[in-house]
């Protein structure tokens, strides 16, 4: 069953500092987004806050009942686990090593041969994780990570995967991505 909520976007400007000021730190306290406050949680209840993709994910998603978290323990086992592999393994080398890299100032070291060689080793490794995602998780035969079926472990994955367009990474040697 699948449903829709309410929500109101309140704009974060990291440009311009605004992760780092008391009212966004009192809703994710390593300043750093996506976050969220659920003021009518499941049971009631007082308002709860959450400040990491895979678990605000997990939480809207068992929330509303959501088939893109499925029941049977098993499936729901494998959608972990790719929520996992996507956020300890590709994104890890892929965002904070290839993309902040390029594009967010607390990453770029001053020394240009040392921002060289850091970008060179994140490419070389994102393009690691990119072979196993093309190859193994999906290959030819797979629509999406899990299965058949639309997981919320997809809905990390391409959040993660367009963030390389940023660095204007290019996904052709990977057809199945």
């Given amino acids: 069953m699948e449903q829709h909520l309410p929500y109101r976007v309140f704009p974060v400007d990291i440009g311009a500092g605004d992760q780092f000021k008391p009212e966004f730190l009192a809703i994710s306290p390593n300043n750093r987004i996506p976050a969220i406050i659920d003021r009518d ?5 007082p308002a709860i806050s959450i400040f990491e993709s895979g678990a605000i994910l997990v ?3 068992e929330k509303t009942g959501s088939r893109a978290y499925p029941a049977d323990l098993k499936q729901r086992a494998r959608v972990n686990e790719m929520m996992d592999w996507f956020n300890t393994g590709l994104y890890r080398d892929l965002g904070y090593g290839m993309v ?36 193994s998780v ?40």
């Fill in 100 to 135: 902040y890299g390029q594009v967010l100032p607390d990453y770029v070291y001053s020394d240009a041969a040392v921002q060289s060689a850091v970008l060179a080793r994140a490419q070389k490794k994102a393009n690691h994780w990119l072979q196993i995602l093309n190859d």
């Fill in 59 to 61: 939480y809207l998603a």
């Fill in 41 to 45: 949680p499941p049971g009631g209840g």
């Fill in 138 to 177: 999906l290959g030819a035969n797979k629509k999406f990570v899990c299965g058949s079926e639309i997981t919320l472990a997809d809905y990390l994955g391409v959040c993660f995967l367009t963030l390389g367009e940023v660095a204007q990474l290019k996904y052709d040697a990977y057809p199945n991505v």
